[in-house]
């Protein structure tokens, strides 16, 4: 479970804020969709729940482990073990091959060859691309490298999916594909996933969703048997 | 995944791989190349040293030459021309001056060869006479209003003779010759009219053993032909020391019981200079020369090639060498500055700095090693190439006996006395490749990638993941 609390990000000196006092609760398995206009602390929010950037102040808690205040090391053994990331622009090793790009999420965890190779194999099947493992990402289609990405975040069978603008490289059919997709790892896998989107599509398939603005958050529910307003969130600008 | 990584990576840049790897090539070739010139240099100069020296031989002790001593007239000669002058000699009379004379070196005792065997750390001292036999023939010309000039007149003939103690050749002239006709000396020779022929002079005048050879007005016998090293600058002919010394002269003095090269052997390479010192001590007026002292007087072709060996090539060995790392570590930046994306993912991915580290180090450090091996050939060439192309070296060692004027004898003739002290050495110049110098190749090759490596690895590990992945963005 994640746990926000009066999450602060300055950049430059407090120059710039990017976020400001975020608060916010998410249970296991629940799958949230943060949306707003660019620039406005999306990303920023994801870093730091993937324990990529440190707050500047506030306390940003993953089943209870302050993911702020651990050390660099701890912080990338979270990252190998519990959390997956899907990025907009798919972020492949273009040199390595779709099974050998899965294969990179678990080289950190020490899974050896065969085992990891096989691993691999069978992640790329699940996200239907296992006639392509041989194929080197410039070989594969945007939405191909983005099943090979989401592959790669899900191999290590992480407890998080955080994925920023996952379709927002895509067209129409495959933005659909995609999101078919991250709905139903995330209802088989009881993921907790984050999903950053401008896209409304994508909100909408969401349990809740929040809205990042000047760096504050406030959440909407979207879907009747999870979200409410939690108590004290400013209401969407 | 490691390997499977650093070879997809390489066959992406393989342009910018190969040409990191043909810079270091280039500069570990040179150093290959100049090092095995270094090498060959060095050898010749051993050779050389050698054969100034002798094998065993550690330092040598000599004096120089008292003032106006070492002329190269023969003193028979100078009287003949005074008497000449004076009208005593009539032009027309015949004349044939033969003396072995000590033109090179100032003269040792008996008692200062036994105090410089005496000295500790010496474990033999040998002495010996470098002399040369000099024979002026001609008719003496007339001479007009009292001044003439009498070269024209007189041929010249010189060979060299060493003087040696046939009961201790080693160290000594002998010690690094092999008898190849005939026999050496031995014991009962002390006293004895024999002679030993270098080969190429045996040769040259087609002596043999047995056939008979005049030195300083006596005829010896030639017992044996010897030969020495390639390289070597031996005498004409060896005669017992005790032989050398009844006949030789300094000037119009007798050299009875006198030597002028003492050949010393240490106990052990670290004691040479304190024996050196003791002896300088002991011979305040006398010059103790060890291989150090002697390779700095070897002048010629030799010289100029170790300079340029030493001093040339080893600097642009550097600065090639240095220019290759600079460039190795300036792409390998290069290329983690366009992949910091990449890292950034891998840091998402949960990869540690370390390992990514390691990544960019492997990649470097397999470039830098096939660049070595690169390097190791071309050297292997340029070595061959100078085996090949390389001219024969001359050495000269130690200064000829100044041309003089003599009571009207013009330094032509002088010259031509003298220039049988001259020690000139030929050699040819070969560039052996050592495995030292290919193990430093494959240490500079592994030193180079490294260095890149850890240029390299250090920018990737400041990655901060979150920057990384903005930039993206």
Known sequence: ?237 | MFWTYLRRELRRRMRQAVFIALGLALGIGLVITVTSAATGVQNAQATVLHSLYGVGTDLTVTQPPKQGAGSGISFGFKQQIKQVRSGQIAAGTKINDNELQNTQYGSLTAAQLAAAAGQEHVTAATGALSLTDITVTGTVPPLSAGSGTFSSSFTTSTFTVDGVDVAHSSPGPLSSAAVTAGRGFDQADATGDVALADSGYAAAHKLTTGSAVAIGGTNFKVIGVVTVPQGSSPPNLYIPLAKAQQLAVTGSAKMTGQVNTVYITADSASNIPAVQEELTKLLPSATVTDASDLASQVTGSVGSAASLANNLGKWLSVAVLAAAFGLAILLTMAAVARRVREFGTLKALGWRSRRIVGQVMGESLAIGIVGGAAGVALGYGGAALIDKLAPKLSANVGASPAPTTVSGVTGKLAQQISSAAAHTVYVTLTAPVTLSAILLAVLLAVAGGLLAGIFGGWRAARLRPAAALTKVE
């Open chain 1, 1 to 237: 479970m994640y746990r926000l609390s009066g999450v602060t990000k300055e950049y430059a000196h407090g120059a710039v804020l990017a976020l400001q006092g975020i608060d916010l609760d998410l249970p296991d398995g629940e799958w949230l969709a943060v949306r707003g206009p660019t620039g406005h602390g999306k990303s920023t929010l994801l870093q730091l729940m993937g324990g990529l950037d440190r707050p500047t102040r506030g306390t940003v808690e993953l089943d209870g482990s302050d993911l702020g205040r651990l050390s660099e090391a701890a912080a990338t053994r979270v990252r190998a073990r519990s959390i997956g990331f899907v990025f907009q622009s798919f972020n492949l090793i273009p040199t390595l091959s779709a099974v050998e790009n899965v294969e990179t999420a678990l080289a950190p965890l020490g899974v050896r060859g065969a085992e990891r190779r096989r691993r691999a194999a069978a992640a790329l099947a699940a996200v239907r691309l296992a006639d392509r493992v041989r194929h080197l990402p410039a070989e594969l289609s945007g939405g191909q490298q983005q099943r090979v990405a989401i592959a790669r975040a899900l191999v290590k069978e992480p407890a998080v999916l955080l994925a920023d603008e996952p379709t927002g490289n895509l067209d129409e059919d495959t933005r659909d594909d995609i999101i078919g997709l991250l709905e139903s790892v995330w209802r088989e896998r009881h993921l907790t996933m984050v999903v950053v989107t401008h896209d409304s599509a994508v909100a909408r398939r969401a349990q809740r969703t929040a809205v990042m603005r000047d760096g504050r958050l406030a959440i909407v529910p979207t879907s009747p048997d999870v979200g409410a307003l939690r108590p004290g969130a400013d209401a969407p600008g």
